[in-house]
């Protein structure tokens, strides 16, 4: 199947900071999207972006389907941007549109 | 975003007990809805895929006898855990997608532990 890294896998700022996180992927995918995960568990949708570049606030994130990789951007870091964040592939499938979700990258912002 | 919910969020049961969890998409007909167990520091393993009205399909090495799912309406969905024992304690996540809604969105999780 296919294999979702994710780079750094922990990440500590100071607040205020700014970083980027990495996700690689090994075979074509037909859409992908961002997750942060906060400390009670909850995945909260930052962005699907098969392609192309998004932002959001101080979130942005860049996704080059034609090298299998895609970036998040996070600029000026707060603490309430801790948590792990996750990319989540989705390949059509037999079964349906199954995501496969990468390893995480653990972010700690601190003060 | 839409919205999906879980419940219980947490629950404690005994050994060889049941133990349903629900997930309902409330703002929209979820025509699909996953299921996913996440182990402590780890990343999320999709364990089922259910389509409103047809028989869940299973991922590989996941039980179908033990993890029973039910997607009985476009906004429900269940996952029972059936004889449970202390290894099926995990976090659990559903989710809901639909040829409406590009995106798929997660409920908040129901934590087991089983005792």
């Known amino acids: 199947g296919i294999q979702v890294e994710q780079s750094p896998p922990d990440l500590i700022l100071q607040e205020g900071a700014n970083s980027t996180l990495r996700c690689n992927f090994s075979?074509?995918?037909?859409?992908l999207q961002w997750f942060h995960q906060n400390p009670w568990g909850q995945l909260i949708n930052l962005f699907y972006?098969?392609?192309g570049t998004k932002q959001n606030g101080r979130l942005s994130a860049t996704t080059v389907a034609t090298e299998r990789y895609s970036l998040l951007y996070i600029s000026s870091s707060q603490t309430t941007d801790s948590g792990v964040y996750f990319c989540a592939v989705e390949q059509v499938t037999g079964g349906g549109n199954k995501l496969t979700f990468g390893t995480g990258t653990q972010l700690k912002v601190e003060l | 975003g839409a919205v999906v919910s879980q419940h219980p969020s947490r629950v404690i049961c005994k050994s060889g007990t049941s133990v349903k969890i629900e997930c309902r998409s409330l703002d929209f007909q979820a025509t699909t809805m996953f299921w996913y167990r996440q182990f402590p520091k780890k990343s999320l393993m999709l364990m089922a895929t259910?389509?409103?009205?047809?028989?869940?399909?299973?991922e590989q090495g996941v039980e179908k006898d033990k993890f029973l799912i039910n997607h009985a309406s476009l906004t429900l969905s269940t996952l029972t855990v059936t004889s449970a024992h202390p290894e099926d304690s995990s976090f659990y996540i559903c989710?809901?997608?639909?040829?409406?809604?590009?995106?798929?969105?997660f409920g908040p999780g129901t934590r087991l532990t089983v005792t």
């Open positions: 972006i098969p392609s």
């Open positions: 989710s809901a997608g639909s040829i409406m809604v590009y995106e798929q969105y």
């Open positions: 075979d074509s995918v037909n859409n």
């Open positions: 259910s389509n409103e009205g047809s028989k869940a399909t299973y």
